[in-house]
Every structure is written in C-alpha cells, then in structure tokens.
C-alpha cells in the first residue's frame, strides 16, 4: 500500500498534466458522449472533469473506478477512495462562490467506515456562462427529445438554469478526511455545510442531504495537495 501523500500527489500531477487547461463545453460533451455516460448533463465541466480524469488515472497510474453506495458513485479507488469534483469559482455575476460541492452525506459516513477515509480531488477554474443561450440550444439538440422532467418543468414554466459554455482549469486541491469527526469539525467550524436535503430529484424522490466546503476557509491539516495547472 502506498502512503497516503504520495498516491495524492500521484493523482493531483496526474489530473493537473492530462486534463485540458481550456474545456471548451461542446468539445467536453462531444467527448463524453463517445467516450463516457454523462454527456447529457447540464453540469457538464464536473462530470467531464470525473470521466476523462479517471481514465486518465486508470491509464497512468493505475487503481480503478471508485466503489458505490447506493445510488451515489465514488469516482477512482486505488490504495484509497478519491473523489473528483470541479468546482467555478465565479458565479453568473462575476461574484467569487468558495462553497465546492462534494458528495452525498450519508454516502461518505459509509466510505469513510469502509475505507478508512475519503479524498476529494477538487479541480479549480473560472467559467464563462451560456448568457446567450447558444450552448443550451445546441446541447438540447444533441440530446433530442427532452426529458419528463425538463417537460414537467416547462409545464411548471421554471426557469431553465444557465448553464457554463466554457471554464478555464486552473488550479487543484485535494482534501483528504479521516474519521466522520473531521466533517463534524467542519460542520462546527462552518467551513462545511449540509444542501440540498428535502429538495426532490428529478423524479420526484426526496433527496439526501450533500455536503458542500468553503474551498478558502478548509484548514490546510486536510489539503495535502495543492497545485498549479501551467501547461494546455
């Protein structure tokens, strides 16, 4: 078993030299659509970010991918769990958001229990939003027939959240926690928080509560990576 640091800083080189600097969205979608499942999804910089960076580790490195819980998937195992996440850390407005989303709460108790602690590889950028609206008309038209849910919610007349055309891969950090009372700390802390519990999924069922973390407030005794995307 390798120690812990250094599968991390494995990992973190890794994502930072095979990932895209630039992820142009249609570009990203395209290539999850050949070579992934998630390619449909509105959030696209996250899920291409997980797809192309576990094969990318799976290649490189080696491991596999992560183990589930539930319906809640844990992107790459290797001596350790390590989620990856993407996070923008500029909202529509231009206002800096430090608040990362991880995982599904009672999901990471689980991992945590089974695994003796959770990695999450958080990959940093910068987004330049859809305000136009000509990547959702071309994701929708790739996609083809919309879904029950998105005619549910245009019976509903929502409003259809504005999706990023493009984000910029700057920076990674990752965190790794040891035992539930780290995220308990965090919670006592407010440098972690419980979202979206009681909110419904897209069908219909209620959902678990997620964790989120304030990326510029975690104490630095849970990064144990950290580094600079330089090249394209």
Known sequence: MAP?????????????????????????????????KQWKQMEWPGFFFDEFGVKSLIEKYKGEKGPSVGNTIFDYQNDFVCDLKFHSLNDKNNNRNSWAILNDLEAIKRIIADYHGIGFAIGLGTA???FD??????????KGS???????????????????????????????????DDITRGLKEGWIAVFQKG?????????????MINIDRVPKEFIKFEGAKTNS
């Open 146 to 180: 919309p879904s029950d849910y998105v005619q549910k919610k245009r019976a509903e007349n929502a409003n259809s959240r504005l999706r990023k055309q493009s984000c910029e891969f700057e920076s990674i950090k990752i965190l790794f926690f040891n035992s539930m």
């Open 128 to 130: 330049e939003y859809d």
């Open 133 to 142: 609206r000509s990547f959702q008309k071309w994701h929708d038209a790739l």
């Open 199 to 211: 909110m419904k999924n897209s069908n219909d069922n209620p959902r678990r509560g997620k964790i």
């Open 4 to 36: 812990l640091k250094e599968e991390l800083e494995k990992i973190g080189r890794i994502l930072l030299e095979k990932i895209p600097k630039h992820l142009n969205g249609k570009e990203c979608v395209l290539w999850m659509k050949e070579n992934g």
